[in-house]
């Protein structure tokens, strides 16, 4: 999709309800100490100072049958109940638990899974969560579907997907309570108790793209996270580097496609972490006046189908001989 020539204006109507406090200050741009991330969208809109506009973007973008389909088959996911918690909770090692949820999340319709220790610093600020371990999952989006971003088909993706992620982390949570252990499922588009990105990149997911999304060695840069917090023993994954970060330093496609120029072209510090950052206050307006976007995804070059796994290991060969990232990152099948 091409940039539109003029620049983006968001509409007086949508300005009006933005408040006093950027949604940059509120992520903690610029500060060099961590600290727990603070609600900001997707969350309670009557408890977060963006909620107006939250409610402005569920009034404004009521979608067309593809949108009204996926979503209504998206509620079914989230209204399904969990099964009971049996009295009894079974005993089985870490690592056989481990692999029995790897293999139940994979046949429910996972892409991805991995397991991470869970750190406090994932929690946003007014939520506790008192499980040692997350469960992430990842389910892909259909390339040609994300494609049409920032149009309806795009938008029906994203929710067909967050559908998915949720029944799968469902059914590893029914799983569980079957088995006598409690766990808690979280999928979207409504955040839950954990910020999902940084246990995904902790537990083998991939690099942070420039885009502030997660690229993956094989999904590339287009799914969607879900997770199932527990108590049972699991083995954690390692993250996973690849070079995703190197090419990002000299790709600058995602900034040149997004609309309001949202996109940095260099890494700033949040919450005490030098890492990509996607300006909330320039994305957060395009984003809602066209009912999603998702450009930036679309366009990244690790996308495209069967670009991600050559892609890894050319740029895993480049780093074991200690080079940067190719001259033409924006035709990386060459
Ligand atoms: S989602 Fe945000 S950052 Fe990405 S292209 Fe759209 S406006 Fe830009
Ligand atoms: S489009 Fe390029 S710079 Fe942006 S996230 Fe993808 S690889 Fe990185």
Not at 182 to 187: D, S
Not at 214 to 232: K, N, P, Y
Request: charged share 20%; hydrophobic share 40%.
């Amino acid at each position: 999709m091409a940039k539109p020539a003029q620049p983006f204006i968001p509409s007086p109507e949508q300005m009006a309800l933005w408040p006093a406090e950027s949604g940059n200050h509120i992520n903690g741009l610029g500060e060099t100490a961590m600290r727990r991330p603070r609600p900001i969208y997707w969350h309670d809109p009557d408890a977060t100072p963006h909620g107006p506009l939250q409610r402005w973007f569920q009034q404004h973008n009521a979608g067309g049958a593809l949108l009204a389909r996926a979503r209504a088959e998206r509620q079914q996911v989230l209204d399904m109940p969990l099964s009971p918690l049996a009295e009894t909770p079974a005993q089985r090692s870490a690592a056989d638990w481990t692999r029995e949820l790897k293999q139940l999340a994979l046949a429910a319709g996972a892409d991805i899974v991995g397991v991470a220790r869970m750190q406090p610093q994932w929690v946003y600020d007014g939520f506790e969560v008192s499980q040692r371990f997350i469960v992430m999952l990842g389910v892909a989006h259909d390339y040609e579907r994300m494609k049409t971003a920032p149009e309806e088909p795009s938008f029906a993706e994203v929710v067909t997907q967050y559908a998915r992620g949720n029944r799968v982390a469902k059914a590893l949570a029914s799983w569980l309570r079957e088995q006598g252990h409690e766990a808690r499922p979280h999928g979207g588009p409504m955040a839950g108790p954990v910020t999902l990105i940084p246990p995904a990149l902790a537990c083998g997911f991939g690099e942070l793209g420039k885009h502030g999304s997660i690229i993956h060695r094989e999904l590339g840069s287009s799914f969607r996270l879900a997770s199932v917090l527990t108590d049972v023993p699991l083995l954690e994954d390692a993250p996973d580097t690849f070079g995703a970060d190197d090419f990002c330093l000299r790709c600058r496609v995602c900034e040149d496609a997004c609309p309001p120029a949202a996109i940095a072209d260099h890494k700033q510090m949040v919450r005490g972490e030098q890492r990509w950052y996607v300006d909330f206050d320039r994305c957060l307006p395009y984003f809602n006046e066209h009912g999603g976007c998702g450009i930036c995804v679309a366009v990244c070059p690790w996308s495209r189908p069967g670009v991600a796994v050559s892609l890894a290991a050319r740029m895993t060969r480049r780093r074991e001989r200690g080079a940067g990232a190719p001259a033409t990152p924006s035709d990386p099948a060459s």
